[in-house]
């Protein structure tokens, strides 16, 4: 990989506390440079000495069978084995996201021409988004590190998240969003924590100051900044689940949300372990990245045949996406060019009605993360680059009401009558 931004990057651990207990890790060996391999000891790192390279966790893992695993409970803590976590990470105190449903959407498939379509629904988890998986392989990694303080830069579901599963655990939460967000995202943080701050800029300033922040204050586990390779291993989970609810099979085709792009090089990272560890059978898949056109710059790069991605200053009603200097923007583009996927981009109105077409064929009512995506699956359909006899995912994010606003204008009453049948009648609903 050729366009690593080599910035200043602080290596301060994230606490001056006692050593890390045997086993923390569970079959965690090492934490290993993306770009170029040199491995360290796992602790509170997220940067390679070496290069400044981005830091994630490498395994030894044993001989790991489905029966272990469907023995386990009906949450993401039956992949412990395959996570960064202690063996007894059950009787933590988290949130036990995960195990979500994988429906079969065939009345959305029908609409968009597609035979075998499935939406896995993330909006069920404990904060209504994928990020409580995360949050809670960070919430283990800040609790071996004996971290004072759970805190992130959000774009604000990640806020919602790490705000209750913080007050769950009993530590005090510091989480920090843009100032823009929408009002229930910003409640569904304030609720849980009395430390919510909006900072006056987008993400990228939000994550720049949570950075600094990280590098002043000890003992501050910043759930993805310096606790990153730990938190973004949770969202391998959502990979595992989809194979294992299939049957222990991948699926041919998958369209995935992308902001920072964490989550897509994850579920890529998960398939890959699952062939390798005998899981499932061995067999090509295309993965599709989501971006809405205001924040788009994974899918500028794309379209434009270069590595090189630019930053952008986001400007959509998707504002869980928008994230214009995505740190593993560079990943996403390696992984969609690989395996024959593609990244996609739509307008806000596009993503509007991908909301409503999500809810009036499936009865899903998704964010605007969501409307994104199924926007993005509906384009990648009629430009012809989803090929639709194929077994496709489409994944469900978050949850609609946290982004009411975005349709707000779309819909609604049919009618407001007075309290009488001849009213109602009139209206022609009958
Ligand atoms: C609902 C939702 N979907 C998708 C994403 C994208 O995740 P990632 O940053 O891992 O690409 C986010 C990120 O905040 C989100 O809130
Ligand atoms: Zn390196």
Redesign the pocket.
Known sequence: MSTVVAEKVDLTPTTAGPAIREGAFGNARALACRECGHEIELGPHYACSECFGPLEIAYDFPVVTREEIEAGPRNIWRYKALLPVPTDIEQSPNMEPGFTRLLKAGNLGRELGIDNLWVKD?STNPTN???DR?VACALSAATEFHSKVFACP?????ANAVAAAGARAGIKTVVFIPSNLETPKQVNSAVFTESLVAVNGNYDDVNKLASEIAGEEEGWAFV?VNVRPYY?EG?KTLGYEIAEQLGWRLPDQIV???????????VHKAFQELIKLGLVEDKPYKVFGAQAEGCSPVSAAYKTGTDAIRPVKPDTIAK??A?GN???GIY?LDICRQTGGAVEDITDDEVRAGIVLLARTEGIFT????GT?VGVLKKLVETGQLDTTLETVV?N??HGL?TLDAIAGQVGPAATIDPSYAAFRATGLA
Do not use: M, R, W
């Open positions: 993330d988004s994928f990020k995360v959000s774009t604000g579901n990640l993805n973004a969202s995935i949300p992308v902001a920072s792009g964490s989550q897509l090089t994850k869980s996406l994230i995505p740190a593993d996403v964010e605007t993360a969501g995506t994944i994010t978050g946290k």
